[in-house]
């Protein structure tokens, strides 16, 4: 604390400075600002997987198909382009051009992406053809999660530092955290941080196992919710230090103020009973940021609408902020869960509400957990937002949280 | 800005090193184009209700931590940051051929749980019952690196004390027959076995006897060679020292065309380092180069550089300063500088 | 099948499905809780165990909380699914 302080003079802010997303609600930032302050939802049955569950689960798909995004992105048609390179490209290219960059190198740019299926939309549908197809075997190397990271550098001209991330569902939390981290200490003067997640047969037999996909569209925070829906997507900021933002007189966003990274040590996939990693993901943000619990105004909650993870998460809010909790709401109920993505979508979403003063709705929400009673925000609120706290947590205990401000 | 320093650095590969008694004394030699590596005996190291859901990565990651841990005299790290370039690729192939095989019918969820990258971080955290930081990275052949980037990060901005680092990869039984396929359609494809293994250190702020350092590291994912030539003056430059002061190097020739990067480098700048390589004994994968970081610790520490990996004549001269550098396929450079 | 042989039969299915190589069908009571104290088992057995019960003996459970009850003991499981196949 005391080293934050004194070093302020010299730590250098990290502020947000051009955002893009894709994702079940829109194709641009534009789109899913508006479709957010329409509740308008974006989950509906799956159209573009071939899967027995078909009639028995509901997602969040992006409308564009690989075509039309290879022809959007103007790529060569012999392309190995997985749709997780697809969508995160689509993404990255928005928030780069967002942000007015003319030059990727003019300031130490580096790019850091998240993913948790990487290629496997592709790995399922050519697997057994591997040995034996031509057509096929051009995705055998796409198939590792860094792949996506180094197609959307090399188009976007990153040549120094990039890395990818995989912490399950916190990943793209994790990658702005990152890429905050290396700005503070100097390393880079911008950097590209986000995730993409393509839907996949995997995935969605996975959670199947698991029994937590709802039937229906998901009802975070409710005491009846049955469970998640997938959903896909992709999302980045550009971050820069203040000091580069404003020399080059570009209109910042949002600061990033705080952010922290905890292990919730309980279970490979289940969260704890008193929500410890969250809570002290929660509490280490607050510290980094020197706020209080109430100067938080808005948060956007991890909110999968599995029972697990909405009554740990509840817990853990009401242990961080006592009887005062904020307005919160989780947005998964327009989005699905994104996975890896899910970070970054909902830090764009987050800096949107700083920029419209607006709370965004938690859909489908009727009636509160006994448990905990806490009950999230249903309508469009608008009122002032200085402070707000995203939720991020995954498999193997993976817990993130991340505060962006006004000023 | 802080040292880091390494408390440990243990290594279970396709060489005898996890005992790590004699120093690549008796090294395997292998014919075959896939190598496991040598397996501990588990059951020594963690109960079978433990391991029951483990495959070989996690449970070479998760015994590898914990003796990291246990030369570090360390019980809980302030931080556990893993890279894998593959993940749990035999879980993920595991699932992946069961909704094949039985059209996504009557599947079971333990190969889901445990094919997440990020599973042999959580394992060590929940073995350990460790609430702090946790991270994973997965970028080719750049994982173990970021791993290391983060690290030196995390104790530079005095946010830990001491970090449990560690690369991992499993062979899994199908990918990588699919992926030397291709390499051996190539004209000039890697020429070493594939294998995996897992290397974890603990870094730390705390100055200890006989500690090597850490001194830097860093990644670039492309540059031609005369840029990369640049680059590497300017890190050098950076951390206050020149081309003379390296005096071995480490290298991961493979084996394929572009082994010509670690010539073009050596030939440039370092004829007169001792030179180092590796892959010919631990196999290549994403992590390969986190078997050279144990190496490149060991060769300093003992000052001794093993007949089976000196690549040039070297003189018997002291070894202060050690560089390593990989590559994979022209791209994603990494330069490690660890000091005495 | 007489109960006698089917909760035998489980208990091989059990150390097979869930990997519990150090065990041996007499080492599990038919008894004894499977759950928590007893074998020690958790939620993702659980999860194998009610794919096993729709694989094996087509009885398929929708909650994952109807397996707290049904699981609790080799006994206890026998009877439910006798009770289902043998009408």
Redesign the interface.
Known sequence: MQNEQTNKNIVPRVVVTGMGIISAIGNSVEANKKALLASKSGIGPISKINTIHAERIKVGEVIFSNDELVSQLQLPEDNNFTRTALLGLFAAKEAVENAEILDINSYKTGLISSTTVGGMDKTEQHLKQFSSSSESQKYISSHHAGDSTKKIAKYLGVNEFSTTMSTACSSATNAIMLGARLIKAGKLERVIVGGTDALAKFTINGFKTLMILSEDVCQPFDEHRKGLNLGEGAAYLVLESEKIAKKEGKSIMAYISGYANANDAFHQTASSENGQGAYLAMQKALNLAQLKPKQIDYINAHGTATPNNDLSESIAIKRVFGNDIPDFSSTKGYTGHTLAAAGAVEAVYSVLALQEQTAFPNLNFKSKINETGLIPVTEIKKKPIHHVLSNSFGFGGNCSALILSKE | MRDCYIHSVVSISAQNTFPNEDFLLDVIKYNAKKIQAVYPNYKDFIS??VT??MQTGVKMGVVAANKALQIAKLNEPDA?ITGT???CITD?EK???S??DN????????S????????V???I??G?????????????S??FE?AL??AQ?LL???GARHVLVGGIDELGT??V???Q??EANKNKGIGVPFSEGATFTVLSTEKKENAIKLQDII?????SKEELILKLEDFLALNNMDVKAIDAIILGDNGDMYDDYYEHITISLFSNASQIKYKHLSGEF?TASAFAFWLGINVLQKQHIPAEVLKNSGENKSIKTLLLYNQCKG?DHSFILLKT | MPVKELREELKEKIIEQLNLEEFSVSDIDDDAALFGDGLGLDSIDALELIVMLDKDYGIQLTDPKEGKEVFKSITVLADYIAERTNK
């Open positions: 079978p209700v029951r859901r556990i370039g593959m993940g993920t699932f992946l051929n909704i094949i059209d996504e019918t009557y599947l079971t969820p333990t889901f749980i445990q094919s997440t990258h990020n599973t971080g959580a394992q955290a929940l350990l019952k460790c609430n702090n930081y946790n991270n994973t990275y997965t970028h080719g750049l994982s970021s980037i983060d990060l530079q901005e005095q199908e990918f027959d699919y992926v396929m291709i990644t670039i994912s492309e540059a994403h791209k």
